[in-house]
């Protein structure tokens, strides 16, 4: 596997991509739910920010974590990444919410042929496309 450059600090990436999403430090740590202390102190170079962070700032980006911390990647975040934040926004709410793991659970249980029906009953309550 080849080896990727830091060709940038954390703090220029960020800087970058708020500028390019009209963010400020404001709606970033509303979003990301990081504080606006934390959110200047990556800025500042002072701190730079570890996987959870990355992530959080990442996602409300729009680019990728490794270009984020300054590596010679792509900027985009991939489909395949949206689909992982997609799995981690579930995870992260069968842990916090009881009434949505028992459905998800009562869902794992149905057979595959019955997800059309499930999807459609969803959708017409208002569920996403």
Do not use: C
């Not at 002072?46 to 700032?57: F, I, M």
């Not at 992260?92 to 009881?98: E, F, P, V």
């Amino acid at each position: 596997m080849e080896r990727k450059e830091r060709v940038a600090t954390a703090a220029q990436r960020i800087k970058e991509a708020m500028d390019l999403a009209g963010k400020n430090q404001a709606s970033l740590a509303q979003e990301t739910d990081l504080s606006k202390g934390t959110i200047s102190k990556y800025l500042s170079g002072k701190v730079e920010p570890r996987s959870p962070a990355a992530h959080k700032l990442a996602v409300a980006l729009n680019v990728s974590e490794m270009w984020l911390w300054g590596y010679d990647v792509p900027k985009v975040r991939t489909a395949e990444q949206k689909k992982n934040d997609a799995i981690v926004d579930v995870v992260t709410k069968l842990r916090k919410d009881a009434n949505f793991f028992e459905v998800v659970s009562l869902l794992a249980k149905l057979p595959a042929n019955d997800y059309a029906s499930v999807e459609n009953i969803i959708r017409s309550l208002g569920g996403r496309k």
